[in-house]
């Protein structure tokens, strides 16, 4: 993660609500990413990076986080 705002006008300008309204699980998580990804992806493009670096970066860092991910067994979660 990257330094912190007190602005909060710059969490509104940047993040995006996603509706909770008439969706699945599966449908609300995945637009909540989607959202996210695309509000971070405003931000870095207005920060001034280039879109192949904005791929890149957001490629790496899903791609740790799916390498990271360990599920649990059904026994530890019950």
Known sequence: ?????SDSSDHDLF?????KKDFGIVDYLQGRVH???M???KLMSKSGMEQEQIKNT???T?????DNFEPKKESESS
Do not use: G, H, N, R
């Open 62 to 66: 899903v791609t740790e986080i799916v």
């Open 1 to 5: 993660m990257t330094k912190t705002s």
């Open 35 to 37: 959202f996210a990804l």
């Open 58 to 60: 957001i490629i790496k």
């Open 39 to 41: 509000d971070q992806m």
């Open 15 to 19: 993040v995006t609500k996603f509706p």
